[in-house]
């Protein structure tokens, strides 16, 4: 059975630094594309970053390059999503998901394993 449990979110002023973390389990230790995506009230889902499980894939919506970057520990089954210089836009639940290795994709319903989200709050 496959778990993916977010970790780190709070609330952190403008310009501060939050770092989340993705616990992954039932899943196989290669070959899994794993993306961050955030949801806003009244918002759609929208994709955030993801990155691919063994290789050095990565890719990152344009509202967070330069700021945000994707990484894994592979040995703890761990992806992280650092996010430095925070803005008040970027206040949303964000979600950890694992798609399995048929392509990169930025669309949300073509994840196939979700997280339960942690919440990430930006003041201005």
């Known amino acids: 059975q496959v778990q993916l449990v977010e970790s780190g979110g709070g609330l952190v002023q403008a310009g501060g630094s939050l770092r989340l973390s993705c616990a992954a389990s039932?899943?196989?230790?290669?070959?899994?594309?794993m993306g961050w995506f955030r949801q806003a009230p009244g918002k759609e889902r929208e994709f955030v970053s993801a990155?691919?499980?063994?290789?050095?894939?990565?890719d990152y919506a344009d509202s967070v390059k330069g700021r945000f970057t994707i990484s894994r520990e592979n040995a703890k089954n761990t992806v992280y999503l650092q996010m430095n210089n925070l803005k008040p836009e970027d206040t949303a639940v964000y979600y950890c998901?694992?798609?399995?290795?048929?392509?990169?994709?930025?669309?949300?319903?073509?994840?196939?394993?979700w997280g339960q989200g942690t919440q990430v709050t930006v003041s201005s």
């Open positions: 998901a694992a798609r399995r290795p048929i392509g990169p994709t930025r669309n949300p319903k073509l994840y196939d394993y």
């Open positions: 990155i691919y499980w063994s290789g050095s894939f990565t």
């Open positions: 039932g899943l196989s230790a290669s070959n899994y594309f």
